[in-house]
């Protein structure tokens, strides 16, 4: 396995462009409040919530068995962390997305996941933001079925790939959820964490500062 850092921008300037979408469609709100909190004790397993520019992305660990990991490997090289995303097709997966790209991601349409292997946990130091939720047993065993009911498959059972992602390592595919305001990647992300029983709450929350404060609501609930 060769290691990859949790994230490398887009080429091309293409996080600028993207950071046009919540301006326009969501109106977002600044700041995710990144006071510190309190990390779950040496040697419990965590799933981290991530924020890149307006996006939030899920970090959760895999093991070569697991169903997830299994689904992945024809496309990730292995890693000790995958991070998952999930956007409006055109946009996301769009290296240089226009006018018509985020015109389309006002609208109802297809859905895309991003699948990103890191090599390391995020933390502040490599990515905007990070705020990490202990994660074990049948909890992340949930969180991970959310995330494999996510992709879109062939007749096969195989995930239906779009193109090689803008990470190193990095693959979009097609998702069986279809995009549409309000529920934005941040939403979904919160939903994936919530799926595991933690206490979040995805109600509300369009952007990545919303889903920011609400992992750092739960993360001082659970480590109280």
Do not use: K
């Amino acid at each position: 396995m060769t290691g990859t850092p949790p994230w490398n921008p887009p080429e091309g300037g293409a996080v600028g462009r993207r950071a046009l979408l919540p301006a326009l469609a969501l109106a977002a709100c600044a700041g995710a409040g990144r006071e510190p909190v309190p990390a779950p004790p040496p040697g419990v397993p965590a799933a981290w919530l991530v924020q890149i520019s307006w996006h939030t992305e899920v970090a959760l660990p895999l093991r070569r068995e697991e169903a997830l990991a299994r689904l992945l490997a024809p496309f990730l090289p292995e890693a000790p962390l995958v991070a998952f995303g999930f956007g409006a097709r055109g946009f996301f997966t769009a290296r240089e997305p226009g006018l018509a790209e985020l015109s389309g991601a006002l609208l109802p349409g297809p859905g895309a996941l991003l699948a990103v292997p890191m090599a390391a946990p995020p933390t502040p130091d490599t990515v905007e933001d990070a705020v990490p939720l202990p994660l074990a047993g049948a909890a992340h065993e949930a969180v991970a079925a959310f995330l494999l009911g996510e992709f879109e498959r062939d007749a096969a059972g195989r995930p239906r790939p779009i193109r090689p992602g803008f990470r190193p390592g990095a693959w979009f595919f097609e998702a069986r959820r279809r995009y549409a305001l309000p529920y934005t990647s941040n939403t979904w992300a919160v939903e994936a964490l919530a799926a595991g029983g933690l206490p979040l709450d995805p109600s509300g929350v369009m952007t990545a500062g919303a889903a920011m404060r609400e992992a750092r609501r739960a993360a001082r609930r659970l480590m109280a």
